[in-house]
């Protein structure tokens, strides 16, 4: 379940933040949030989180593909 995904990769970007794969695990985690877009107007959170996410990797590790 999308539940399931999220949750294995919050828990991998905190429990391991110095990964070579950290800027791969929150695009990842921005995706899964972006995939749960279905209506702008009834639930905003999956918009929220899904830009949230994609503005940190954009930050935080500017020069990732």
Known sequence: PQW???FELNRFIELHPKNKNIAYANFLLAIC?????VDEKKDLFSIIESKKRFNYIIKEYPNTD
């Open 4 to 6: 399931r995904k999220e």
């Open 33 to 37: 949030y972006y995939e749960q877009i």
